[in-house]
C-alpha cells in the first residue's frame, strides 16, 4: 500500500510539472500512470475491494473470517481464493458458529455469499446470522465481558518485571470502525434489513434432487457435481473471474459449504470405510479450488471428519485444501471436568496454513489455542495455565506477553515432535523463576535465511516480532 | 422421557442383544398414540400380529402398518407389497401431507440399512423429519417425530456416527441387575447437548414406569478415575510460600535500586514528557570524590 502511495504521489507531482513545463511536446520523461487520486480508477493497480486489505507479509487479498482472533493466527486473514476448511466439533455447535461468522461478515461488508446446505434452508442459515457489535456499545460490552472474568490475581502489581505492566495483552478487543474484521454477539440476531439488502444465493441440495429418490441419483458425484456447477454459474454469471466487465465496483463472493461429506450429500465416506466412491470429494475440492482459483472468492467448507472413516481420506481433503483448522469441544468428553481447562470450550488446531505465492508458512508459534464462547463473544486465546501465585506467575505473565509462547504444565507429557520451523511452539516450562535469572539460548536447529533475505542474529533472543510471530528458534531452553 | 417426545424429530433408539428395544419403541408408540397423533409403522423385521400383541384395540387402531416383513421382495406379486421396496416405502411416507401431529416408527433402521445404501437412509430420515415441518402453504410447523431402532451391533462405527450426528435424540439402552436404564442425549439446535440417564421397566401393556434411580442391590461403583484433576500436583517449583518465606521475599533487596519515584515516573513516562531525566542514587560502593579516581583502590 505504501509503495503505490509514493509512486502516486510521485506522478502527481511529475506530471503537473511536465504539465507546466510543455504543453506541446510531450518528453520522454513524462511518466505515464496512474494520477494521485484518492478514488480507484480502473487502472490503479490494487483492487480495492470493501472488506479486503494486502497481507503485510507477501501483499496477497485477504477477507476477514469473522473472528478477528483467528484472522491473526491465520497471518492475517483468509486470503482470496483458497479455501478455509473447518473439521466440524462432534456436536457441531461452534463449527457453525464460525461458519455463521464467516457469513455474517461477508454480510457486514457488501460481499455477494453462496450458501450451499444438505440439512437446513439456506434462508434459514441466513436468519440465525448474528448481530454486528457497533462501534459505541461494543467497547461497553467487551469491557463487561472481560471484568467479569478478571481474576485478582491479574491485578498484581509487578515487583521485578514493573515494566511490562504496560505492555498490552493480546490483543482480542475491538478496534476502530471501518476496519477489517467485525465483532459480532452471538446472542442476538443479524437485523432483517441487512439481510435483505446483501444479495445471496442459496443451494439447498434436497431440493436439487429429483423427486424420486432413485438410487442412481444418490451416486456419489450427482450432489458435488451440481454444486460445482452451481457455483460455476454463480461466478460466471456475476462476472467474479473477470469474464464479463463489471461495470460496477469488483466484488468478492464468499462460498460457504455447510457439512461437506456427510451422507446427507450423497458421500459415503462417513458411513463406511472402503467405500466405492472415495475420489468423490477429493475431486470436488480439487475441481473447487480450481474454481476458486481463478475468480475473486473465498470459501468456508465446513466437515465432519471425526465421522470419515477412512483416515487416508483426511490426509488427502488437508493436502487439498488450503487452510485447515480443526475444533475440539470439550462437551462429553472428561477434560469437560478437567479444572485447567475449565474456563475454555474447547481446542482449535490450526492444522495447515498455505504457501501462497511464498517459500515460507506463515505459521504462529504458538500451538496450545483454546476458544471459549462468552455470553456474547467468541474469542480464541492462548491456553495458558493461571492457577499459579505471586511470583511464578509475574515470570510465566512476561514470558507470556514477550515470547507469545504458553507457558502449560500439563498432567501428560508434552507430545514432542522433530524439531522443524513449524513445530517449536510448545515447549513445557519447568523451574520458571530459575528459568528467568538465567536463560539458556541454545539453538536446537541450524539458522535458517527467511524468505525476505534477513540474517537472523546469532545470540540473543528475538522479541516482540511482527506482534506475534517469532522466526528464531527456541528461547528457552528445552528440558532434558 | 418425556423429552425423547416432545423434542420432535428423529430420535435414534439403540439397543444391543442384552437390552433390546422393541418394547420400548412400542411403549412410546403407545404413548403418542393416546396422545392422538397418527402412527406409522414401517415393519420390516418382526410380522404385524407379533408387533401388535400387547396393544388394545383402540391403539390397534390408530396404527397403520406398512407391513415390509410378509413379503419385502415382492415375490408374490399380488399387489399387497409395498411398491418399490424399502427405499419406495420410505418416500412414500415422506409424501404423506395429513394435518396434524405425526410419529413415523421404524423398525428397525438395522434392516433397512441392509437393503438400502446408507447415504440413501440418511437422505430419507432427512427429508422425512424435514417435510412436515415445513409443509406448503405457510401452515404453523407440526412436530413430525420419526423413532428408529437400531441395533448397534450390527454395524461398524460408521452408519451409527452417521446416523447419530442425524438424530436430535438418541437414546441408548443398557442397564444392570435386571433394571433397564436409557441414556438420552439430546441436541437442542445451536444449545449443548443434555445427557441424562433414565431408569425405566415396561408393563406388561407397553406402559412406561420410570424409576427414580438404580435397584438397590447394585452398588454403583465409584470411578476413582473421575476425581478431578489438580494441576498444582506435580509441579517442580514452589507455588505456596509460606508467611516467613513471603515475609522474606518482600525485603529482599532487589539488585536493580531504584526509588518508587523512578518508577512512576518511568511507568507515566509517554509522548508527553519532551525532557529526559536522570536519575542518580549511588550505590553502597560508589565513589563520589569526583578527584581522586584511585581513592577507592586498597594500595
Given amino acids: 500500500m505504501a509503495a503505490v502511495a509514493t509512486c502516486g504521489t510521485g506522478a502527481g507531482s511529475t506530471g503537473s510539472i511536465a504539465a507546466a513545463a510543455s504543453k506541446n511536446n510531450v518528453t520522454s520523461f513524462q511518466r505515464k500512470g496512474p494520477r494521485a487520486s484518492g478514488t480507484d480508477s480502473g487502472c490503479s493497480r490494487l483492487v480495492s475491494i470493501a472488506g479486503t486489505r494486502p497481507s503485510v507479509r507477501n501483499g496477497q487479498l485477504l477477507v476477514s473470517t469473522g473472528l478477528p482472533a483467528l484472522d491473526q493466527l491465520l497471518g492475517g486473514g483468509l486470503a482470496v481464493g483458497t479455501v478455509l476448511l473447518i473439521e466440524e466439533d462432534k456436536y457441531n455447535i461452534y463449527s457453525s458458529l464460525v461458519f455463521k461468522y464467516f457469513l455474517a461478515e461477508g454480510i457486514i461488508n457488501g460481499h455477494t455469499l453462496l450458501v450451499a446446505s444438505a440439512k437446513e434452508d439456506p434462508a434459514d442459515i441466513l436468519q440465525e446470522l448474528p448481530a454486528p457489535l457497533l462501534d459505541d456499545n461494543c467497547k461497553k460490552d467487551f469491557d463487561e465481558d472481560v471484568c467479569n472474568d478478571k481474576t485478582p490475581d491479574s491485578n498484581i502489581k509487578m515487583k521485578i518485571a514493573w515494566r511490562y505492566q504496560l505492555l498490552p495483552k493480546m490483543e482480542s478487543g475491538p478496534v476502530s470502525s471501518s476496519r477489517f474484521g467485525h465483532y459480532y454477539d452471538a446472542s442476538k440476531r443479524m437485523p432483517q434489513e441487512l439481510i435483505e439488502a446483501s444479495k445471496w444465493h442459496g443451494f439447498f ?32 454469471e456475476e462476472g467474479f473471474d473477470g469474464s464479463s466487465p463489471q461495470k460496477k465496483q469488483k466484488n468478492i463472493l464468499r462460498i460457504g459449504i455447510q457439512s461437506l461429506g456427510s451422507p446427507l450429500w450423497g458421500d459415503d465416506i ?19 479450488r480450481g474454481l476458486l482459483r481463478t475468480s475473486l472468492s473465498a470459501c468456508i467448507i465446513t466437515m465432519p471428519t471425526h465421522l470419515i472413516q477412512n483416515k487416508a481420506v483426511i490426509a488427502r481433503v488437508t493436502n487439498l485444501s488450503d487452510t485447515v483448522v480443526g475444533l475440539e469441544s470439550f462437551i462429553g468428553s472428561e477434560r469437560e471436568t478437567n479444572p485447567l481447562y475449565k474456563d475454555y470450550h474447547g481446542l482449535i488446531h490450526i492444522r495447515q496454513i498455505p504457501r501462497l505465492n511464498n517459500l515460507i508458512y506463515d505459521v504462529s508459534d504458538v500451538k496450545d489455542l483454546a476458544f471459549k464462547l462468552k455470553r456474547k463473544l467468541f474469542t480464541i486465546e492462548h491456553f495458558a495455565w493461571s492457577h499459579c501465585s505471586g511470583g511464578a ?62 540474517i537472523l542474529q546469532a545470540a540473543g533472543p528475538r522479541l516482540w516480532h511482527d506482534g506475534r510471530r517469532q522466526e528464531a528458534p527456541g528461547l528457552l531452553a528445552i528440558p532434558p | 422421557m418425556e423429552s ?23 411403549a412410546l408408540i403407545k404413548k403418542s398414540a393416546l396422545c392422538g397423533e397418527q402412527v406409522h409403522i414401517l415393519g420390516c423385521e418382526v410380522s404385524e400380529d407379533e408387533f401388535r400383541e400387547g396393544f388394545d384395540s383402540s391403539i390397534n387402531s390408530r396404527l397403520i402398518y406398512h407391513d415390509l416383513f410378509r413379503d419385502p421382495l415382492n415375490w408374490s406379486q399380488t399387489g399387497e407389497a409395498l411398491p418399490g421396496g424399502p427405499l419406495g416405502a420410505l ?173 512512576q515516573a518511568l511507568l507515566r513516562a509517554g509522548p508527553s514528557q519532551a525532557t529526559s531525566h536522570i536519575f542518580y542514587e549511588p550505590d553502597a560502593y560508589d565513589d563520589l570524590d569526583q578527584e581522586d579516581p584511585d581513592d577507592d583502590l586498597d594500595v
Fill in chain 2, 4 to 26: 425423547v417426545l416432545a423434542l420432535g424429530g428423529f430420535v435414534l433408539l439403540r439397543d444391543s442383544v442384552e437390552w433390546e428395544g422393541r418394547s420400548l419403541l412400542k
Fill in chain 2, 91 to 263: 418416500q412414500a411416507m415422506c409424501r404423506r401431507t395429513h394435518p396434524g401431529p405425526v410419529t413415523i416408527a421404524l423398525d428397525s433402521l438395522s434392516w433397512l440399512l441392509l437393503h438400502i445404501p446408507c447415504t440413501a437412509l440418511c437422505q430419507a430420515l432427512g427429508a422425512l423429519s424435514r417435510q412436515h415441518a415445513h409443509p406448503g402453504g405457510g401452515s404453523p410447523a407440526e412436530p413430525v417425530r420419526v423413532l428408529g431402532l437400531f441395533h448397534e451391533e450390527l454395524h461398524g462405527p460408521g452408519p451409527l456416527g452417521a446416523l447419530s450426528s442425524l438424530a436430535q435424540t438418541e437414546v441408548t439402552l443398557s442397564g444392570t441387575m435386571g433394571q433397564a436404564s436409557a441414556h438420552i442425549l439430546s441436541r437442542r439446535p445451536r444449545q449443548r447437548p443434555a445427557h441424562q440417564t433414565q431408569w425405566f421397566s415396561i408393563l406388561p401393556d407397553f406402559s412406561l414406569d420410570l424409576q427414580g434411580g438404580p435397584p438397590l442391590e447394585s452398588q454403583p461403583h465409584a470411578d476413582p478415575h473421575t476425581a478431578p484433576v489438580d494441576p498444582t500436583a506435580h509441579v517442580t517449583f514452589n507455588l505456596h510460600l509460606s508467611k516467613k518465606e513471603r515475609e522474606a521475599k518482600d525485603s529482599l533487596t532487589l539488585p536493580f535500586q531504584f526509588s518508587s519515584e523512578k518508577q
Fill in chain 1, 205 to 236: 441440495f434436497p431440493e436439487k434432487l429429483s423427486s424420486t429418490l432413485n438410487i442412481e441419483s444418490c451416486s456419489l458425484t450427482h450432489g458435488y457435481r451440481k454444486l460445482l456447477q452451481f457455483i460455476q454459474n454463480v461466478i460466471y
Fill in chain 1, 393 to 454: 506467575f509475574q515470570v510465566i505473565a512476561i514470558i507470556t506477553r514477550v515470547t507469545g509462547l504458553p507457558v502449560c504444565n500439563r498432567t501428560s507429557p508434552p507430545t514432542f515432535q522433530p524439531p522443524s520451523h513449524l513445530t517449536h511452539g510448545t515447549q513445557v516450562l519447568h523451574l520458571a523463576a530459575t528459568a528467568f535469572a538465567s536463560r539458556l539460548v541454545r539453538h536446537s536447529e541450524p539458522l535458517k535465511q527467511t524468505g525476505s533475505g534477513r
Fill in chain 1, 270 to 288: 462417513c458411513c463406511t470405510e472402503n467405500c466405492d466412491n472415495s475420489h468423490s470429494l477429493t475431486k470436488f475440492l480439487y475441481v473447487l
